[in-house]
């Protein structure tokens, strides 16, 4: 089967390729010439791991193509994903459908054989029926059908998450959709995989509230970490010790702080945001998001007392810029709040990421890069870890301590311990949900 996929971002590009291993050929197109022309080269503009192995054995088994013109991308293809962008929209919190619409418009023009038209994109509840009209409109006498097919990859996992997905989802209108969907994922029905074939309002749906789900979860418990300071608990036995029950699960049960990254601080406000259109609150989810905000806050006054109530003359090193470990991905990242706290207060910043320093220098103006810890640690008078990669995990203490001038730790993943860091000479540490010391 052919394929055109509209978007080589994250999900666009993982997609693209994923589908190409699969066996179908498949064509990305992205209106932006930067991206086509390195994919062209055979580099991948993004980091996720294994990404660009899997992009070079598709494009050498002449199956996977890249290109700027979707009316090459669209012949004879029998689906086009949509995988454009859906950011908040200035003001209101809503998705901005701009990206989708022009997508759906310009496939209007370039189709001229049946085509299930699949957004991939996560979007309102509603949007897919008016790409459907968006479509008629432009082309009256195309012959198609929209199809919603939400993607729940993890940027860091993607490659894992999209063959072994615990399940995909596809809302349609009718068989015939259903039976290209179904043949475009076939290749998965090998392994035992549950596929919820349902309508377009249900499929858009079932992405919002799983990410408000999940991002109520990582929100709740913060919030319960923020008690545990408070009351001498330790949040790691709490979340070890509510995660053994079955109901709950132990996944995104980590405190940290706060929720970043590409999809949950978006996708929380544009469901809030459907809530009032529809006056039904989301009541829950508008906490969340509040919630998220409170926790951001209360990491710079962490870091605060740690500095001594100013940040004014400190020099403070910045592990992790990231919004998780395994991506370049800055969108809506903690540092995004917490950094220029630190600088806008007078710090001098020196900051490392494995692979966040090129967003970071357009995104956190006024930051030092150096290329590892513990130059980042040399003379600081506190080390943050922001991001908790595998680089930063298995650091010698000692030696980062010895080289700093105050030996101040704030720990904001729950990497270490207060134990490892009294043993490692460390003169004050203080993690999320746990006691610390000075
Ligand atoms: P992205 O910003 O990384 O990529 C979007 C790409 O689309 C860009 O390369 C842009 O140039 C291109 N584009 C926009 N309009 C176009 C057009 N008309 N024609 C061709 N190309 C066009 O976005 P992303 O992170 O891949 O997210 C895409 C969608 O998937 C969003 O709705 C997002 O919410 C959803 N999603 C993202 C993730 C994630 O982890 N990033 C996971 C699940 C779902």
Not at 169 to 189: T, W
Not at 340 to 367: F, I, N, S, T
């Amino acid at each position: 089967m052919k394929i055109a996929m509209i978007g080589t971002g994250y999900v666009g590009l993982v997609s693209g390729v994923c589908f190409s291993d699969f066996g179908h050929e498949v064509v990305c197109v992205d209106k932006d010439p930067k991206k086509i022309e390195m994919l062209e080269r055979g580099e991948v503009p993004i980091y996720e791991p294994g990404l660009d192995t899997l992009m070079a054995k598709n494009v050498e088994a002449g199956r996977l193509s890249f290109t700027l013109d979707l009316h090459e991308a669209i012949d004879g293809a029998q689906a086009v994903f949509i995988a454009v962008g859906t950011p908040t929209r200035r003001g209101d919190g809503h998705a901005d459908l701009t990206y989708v619409m022009a997508a759906a418009e310009e496939i209007a023009k370039a189709a001229s054989d049946y085509v299930v038209v699949v957004t991939k994109s996560t979007v309102p509840v509603g949007t897919n029926r008016q790409v459907k009209q968006t479509i008629s409109k432009a082309n009256p006498d195309l012959e198609f059908d929209v199809a919603s097919n939400p993607e729940f990859l993890r940027e860091g996992a993607a490659i894992d998450d999209f063959m072994k997905p615990d399940r995909v989802v596809v809302g349609v209108q009718n068989d015939r959709a259903a039976e290209v969907m179904a043949e475009i994922y076939r290749p998965l029905y090998l392994r035992e995989f549950p596929i919820v074939t349902t309508d377009l309002e249900s499929a858009e749906m079932i992405k919002y509230a799983a990410n408000a789900f999940l991002a109520t979860k990582i929100t709740f418990i913060n919030e319960i970490a923020a008690l545990c300071e408070k009351v001498g608990a330790d949040v790691k036995s709490v979340s070890k010790g509510m995660g053994m029950d079955g109901r709950i699960g132990n996944k995104f049960l980590h405190a940290g702080p706060g929720y970043g990254g590409s999809c949950f601080p978006k996708d929380t406000k544009a469901l809030a945001r459907i809530g009032q259109e529809y006056a039904s609150p989301m009541q829950i989810t508008e906490a969340v998001i509040k919630v998220n905000e409170e926790v951001k806050r209360r990491m710079i006054d962490k870091l605060l007392d740690l500095c001594g109530g100013s940040f004014n003359g400190k020099t403070v090193a910045v592990l992790g810029v990231t919004f998780k470990p395994n991506t370049d991905d800055m969108r809506d990242a903690p540092s995004l709040t917490i950094v220029p706290a630190l600088v806008g207060g007078g710090a001098k910043v020196r900051a490392v990421d494995p692979q966040g320093q090129h967003e970071g220098e357009a995104l956190l103006p006024g930051v030092n890069w150096v290329d590892d810890p513990y130059k980042a640690s040399q003379n600081a008078d506190l080390l943050v870890i922001l991001t908790e990669w595998n680089e930063f995990r298995a650091l010698d203490l000692s030696k980062i301590a010895g080289k700093m001038a105050t030996a101040h730790m704030a720990d904001l993943r729950n990497v270490y311990s207060p134990k490892d860091a009294k043993r490692a000479g460390f003169a004050a540490y203080e993690s999320i949900g746990r006691e610390g010391f000075t």
